[in-house]
């Protein structure tokens, strides 16, 4: 079975500047994704173990670390892509007609998930995702990597508010980092997420 890896990402790292620091995406990148990437493989290979000696007296931890680090490895790897130097401005098409439909207007889900991501309590994500089940949109406060979430609705757009991600640059002023991810929302790459998990049938 193949262990994760850290992908690379699609952009120099100088180039979300000035709205994303070369030095905060290299950290970011390079040391707090890669850990989770460690962290989840680390996680499995000891569930390994645990199946192999069948000895079970660590289960509740390791499904605890699965959990926690394969979902931050999962949720780093969409943000790269939810993010281009090109990015910002407003989505288009059927993904702006289903905000229009979920939300009421553009603004109104921007505020939404802006209010969402903000006032995360300790560390998590503010997202957009895809309920299958209702076939709607919503948006979703996700604490650490992995909690507070609806199951079966796959994230579109994260907005990562764990202070790794904008302290250095941002230092408290969180309102600040997130007025810059909107203006490097790579809204595409958020519209093909849209309508390959509107193909998703739950039940
Ligand atoms: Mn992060």
Redesign the pocket.
């Known amino acids: 079975m193949s262990a994760y890896t850290l992908p690379e990402l699609a952009y120099d790292l100088a180039a979300l500047e000035p709205h994303y620091s070369a030095e905060v995406l290299e950290l970011?990148h390079d040391k707090?994704?890669a850990a989770y990437v460690a962290g989840a493989n680390a996680a499995l290979e000891k569930l390994d173990q645990a199946r192999t000696s069948d000895d079970y007296g660590s289960i509740n931890q390791l499904q605890k670390n699965l959990a926690f680090h394969l979902s931050g490895h999962v949720l780093?790897s969409m943000f790269w892509e939810n993010l281009s130097p090109d990015g910002g401005g407003v989505p288009e098409g059927e993904l702006a007609a289903a905000v229009d439909d979920g939300f009421g207007s553009l603004d109104h889900f921007r505020n939404q998930l802006t209010q969402a991501a903000l006032n995360v309590q300790g560390s998590g994500w503010g997202a957009l995702t895809w309920e299958p089940l209702g076939q709607r949109l919503i948006i979703e406060q996700i604490y650490d990597h992995q909690s507070n979430v609806g199951q079966g609705a796959p994230p579109l757009l994260v907005l990562?508010m764990?202070e790794?991600?904008y302290y250095l640059q941002y230092r408290n002023v969180k309102a600040d980092w997130v007025d810059a991810f909107w203006k490097i929302v790579n809204w595409p790459d958020v519209a093909a997420r849209f309508s390959r998990a509107r193909t998703l049938e739950l039940l």
Do not use: E, L, P
Request: glycine letters at 0%; zero cysteines; charged letters at 10%.
């Open positions: 970011h707090h994704h780093h990562d764990w790794h991600a």
